[in-house]
């Protein structure tokens, strides 16, 4: 029987993180981990502390949490700022900013400290804003195209990665482009800020190409990796790296079976492999800050036997293991992200009763047992 780990307050009301450095966990060497139990999935099963509807349906939202968890981002026709203890949304102070966050399309990350985010955007491209004030820097990173829809943040903050470009932070100079990466393709730091992992587009029709491995001092690929997954030219979340550890994981196929692979950042060679029979679905793979956990999106088939609904489980790193399955469970789950501190994890989905408008979802992850 599931241990329901009850809330702290009413899920029901309406309404990219920083990186730390603890101690390393890196995964089992020892190959392929046991499947899940059934489809029952992990024993413990977490609900959110808080629920609360934005006013929009539309695909392909981003979502951000800052440092503590206690503000979220979320651009959905327009870049829009969340206090997660109340679920209310808060206005942008600095009139500017605020005519410049309703026409934002692209993406938004905080530094570690929380102090400012990246907010990118075409045509006005990626700047800076105080998080105190509201106000945006003058200097701006010009952009190409829609890649600013992907927006990374080197770990020692020094470099900033759109899906086609990486920019010198203080130059706002390019400082080299991924070659054949289009717009909606995926990239990731390596822990060190030496390595990048990019995931290459093909086509809003036509898939993905393989993920390559860019070794970032001489700029060029070291590696690449045959990428089998069938994607749509809006999914994303289907390769991370380690905040901690020199790995990286990555959704990919065996077979009929779509698995999670944890592959050396330097060799790419696989070092584990689970999710064999999870019918894992979507993206949604996402680290949590101490590298000690992995969220999948699984579906899972009701008792009526013809309905099937998408949930987030919470996977032990270092195993594979189903630790904590988060509901409630949705027809689909479009962004997954964790607070900098760890202690929070947010989840944008939308809910079929209203409208499929997005839900943006809350757990206190220091509910689970120690």
């Known amino acids: 029987k599931d241990r329901v780990v009850a809330a702290r307050s009413n899920p029901d009301e309406g309404g990219s993180s920083s990186r730390t450095s603890p101690q390393s966990t890196l995964p089992s060497t020892n190959g392929v981990s046991p499947p899940a139990t059934g489809q029952a999935g992990p024993e413990i099963v977490l609900k959110p502390i808080k629920v609360f509807l934005t006013d929009s349906n539309q695909r392909g939202p981003r979502l951000s949490l ?48 929380g102090s400012h985010i990246w ?50 932070v203080s130059t706002k100079r390019p400082i080299f482009e991924f070659k054949e990466q289009g717009d909606q393709g995926e990239v990731d730091f390596g822990h060190d800020g030496k390595t990048m992992i990019t995931r290459g587009e093909e086509g809003r029709t036509g898939g993905f190409k393989g993920i390559s491995l860019w070794n970032l001092e001489t700029q060029k690929v070291a590696h690449t990796v045959d990428f089998k997954e069938d994607t749509d030219f809006l999914a994303n979340q289907f390769l991370a790296c380690s905040p901690t550890a020199n790995v990286f994981a990555v959704r990919n196929k065996t077979g009929n079976d779509s698995v999670v692979e944890i592959r050396d950042l330097e060799s790419t060679e696989v070092k584990a492999t689970f999710g064999k029979g999870w019918k894992l679905t979507g993206g949604s793979l996402t680290w949590s ?19 099937t609904v998408n949930e ?59």
């Open 289 to 307: 800050p101490d590298g000690k956990f992995l969220t999948v999106a699984v579906s899972r088939e009701l008792p009526d036997g013809f309905t």
């Open 119 to 168: 907010v990118s955007d075409f045509p006005r491209g990626i700047r800076a804003v105080n998080m105190m004030t509201h106000k945006m820097e003058e200097d701006v990173i010009p952009t190409e195209s829609y890649s600013g829809w992907v927006l990374r943040l080197s770990p020692e903050m020094k470099s900033i990665a759109t899906a086609r470009v990486l920019y010198d």
């Open 66 to 113: 800052s440092p503590d968890g206690s503000l979220a981002i979320t651009i959905i026709e327009g870049c829009h700022l969340w206090d997660t203890a109340t679920g209310k949304e808060l206005p942008w102070k600095d009139p500017e900013t605020a005519k410049n966050m309703k026409k934002c399309e692209g993406n938004a990350v905080y530094w570690p400290d």
């Open 312 to 370: 987030v489980w919470l996977l032990e790193a270092a195993s594979g293991k189903p630790v904590a399955r988060l509901e409630p469970a949705r027809d689909e789950v479009e962004r997954v992200a964790f607070s900098g501190d760890g202690s929070k994890l947010a989840i944008l989905a939308p809910n079929p009763q209203k409208d499929h408008k997005m839900d943006l979802m809350l757990w206190d992850l220091t509910q689970l047992p120690k």
